[in-house]
């Protein structure tokens, strides 16, 4: 009996111990909610180069994937559209209005599939309040009233915008982390990527001013996607420990395209320039010289003084134009305008005309063109002077032989009077 009551207290407490257990805090603590956001991920979007000359710099967009809703939204800040009203007067003075929205990831990747151009995916380690913040002005910007913006080549376009957008997802240590000196001006830059076509490579360096030239860092340099892509790997944030952490936790490569690239500096065509330029001015100078007795020399000077009269000449009226009637901000301060003169194109209407026995425009001829070498050589010599950092000896290259050579055959061709 004895034995009977102890074995039935000590059931009695070992009851009581589990009741105990069971409505304890700890045991009855139901399991932690995941913050907001915890739903979604922010990966960073990056295009390689197209043909396309708009192409050539790249492209970018960010993604946001909730897997709550089941969505995965690309949203980039580079859309336009020729359609535009008076999109070319616009792009002439630029004044260009582009706008972001958002697509479906797959069907935007799938686009630049299609089109050969290779797609990498970064993903952000980003904390749970800043992916759902993030998101919510991603929404907010590409709303009609807010989605539309002036666009800069440089300062202000696809990828800055991009940039921008991560920086204040977290808290601005992008941009105070990218405050180191770039690998390359905005010239050196832009000649790089558009080495593929020489026409547009030469016509480039014709219309940037000396604000191209200025050292820029990589913050700056994060106008051009593959670069935001690349200095993002070096980016560090503290996480919810306050422990610094790389903001790229992850890297794919979507699609894998080897179909364009872009080489890493600009090609050294120096020599080719002189080359070309060299040939100019010899050939306007020799067609001068040799006028008088050779229908051949005549004509050269004739065609090539007059077409590369002309060809500067407009050159220097866009360059002008670019400096002083438009808000390209890159164009001014051009010291490739005494290189291409407007006054080169006075010279392509007199030149004709005095070669053809026309002695009132012989005059005119000579002007013009001791002008034109005038203002080539001031351009030259300015090279000299501390502060003229532009970096315009390739062009100078081409020009300045070219334009010298033709004053040559000018004064002599219109010196024996033309046929």
């Keep these: 009996m004895r034995g009977r009551g102890a074995a039935t207290l000590r059931h009695l407490l070992l009851a009581c111990a589990i009741l105990a257990v069971g409505t304890s805090p700890v045991a009855a603590a139901a399991p932690a909610a995941d913050p907001p956001g915890s739903e979604i991920t922010v990966y960073l979007l990056t295009m390689g180069v197209g043909p396309a000359a708009w192409e050539r710099f790249g492209h970018n967009a960010i993604v946001i994937e909730d897997r709550r809703a089941g969505t995965s939204i690309a949203y980039n800040y580079g859309m336009f559209s020729f359609r535009q009203d008076n999109f070319i007067l616009r792009f002439l003075q630029g004044r260009m209005t582009y706008w972001m929205a958002g697509y479906p990831t797959d069907a935007d990747v799938s686009r630049y599939e299609a089109a050969g151009r290779a797609v990498w995916r970064q993903e952000l380690g980003l904390a749970p309040s800043a992916r759902l913040a993030l998101r919510e002005f991603l929404e907010w910007n590409a709303q009609p009233e807010h989605a539309y913006y002036r666009y800069d080549y440089y300062r202000d376009n696809c990828s800055t915008r991009v940039r921008d957008a991560i920086d204040r997802a977290v808290g601005g240590a992008l941009q105070a982390q990218t405050q180191l000196p770039g690998s390359g001006s905005f010239r ?18 014709l219309a940037l001013g000396g604000g191209a030239d200025l050292p820029v860092s990589r913050w700056d340099e994060m106008f051009l996607p593959l670069l935001l892509h690349d200095y993002l790997r070096e980016i560090r944030i503290r996480d919810t420990s306050g422990v610094l952490r790389p903001l790229v936790v992850r890297e794919d490569t979507l699609v894998n395209a080897t179909r364009y690239s872009a080489p890493s500096r600009p090609p050294p065509w120096g020599w080719g320039y002189l080359l070309i330029g060299t040939l100019i001015g010899s050939c306007c100078w020799w067609g001068g010289r040799r006028g008088s007795t050779s229908r051949g020399a005549r004509a050269a000077l004739r065609i090539v003084g007059t077409g590369w009269a002309l060809v500067t000449g407009l050159a220097g009226l866009v360059m002008a134009g670019l400096w002083g009637f438009t808000n390209h901000a890159i164009a001014v301060r051009n010291q490739n305008v005494l290189q291409g003169t407007v006054v080169a194109l006075a010279l392509a209407m007199a030149l004709p005309l005095a070669l053809r026995h026309r002695a009132r425009w012989s005059g005119v001829a000579r002007v013009c063109a001791l002008m034109v070498g005038a203002a080539s050589l001031a351009g ?3 090279k000299l002077l501390p502060g003229a950092d532009q970096e315009n000896l390739q062009i100078l290259a081409l020009t300045v032989p070219a334009n010298l050579g033709l004053v040559a055959g000018v004064l002599a061709g219109t010196a024996r009077g033309g046929d």
Excluded: D, V
């Excluded at 080495?195 to 030469?202: E, Q, V, W």
């Design 188 to 205: 050196f830059h832009t000649l790089r990527l558009n080495a593929h076509n020489p026409l547009l490579y030469t016509g480039l360096n």
């Design 380 to 382: 030259l010599l300015l």
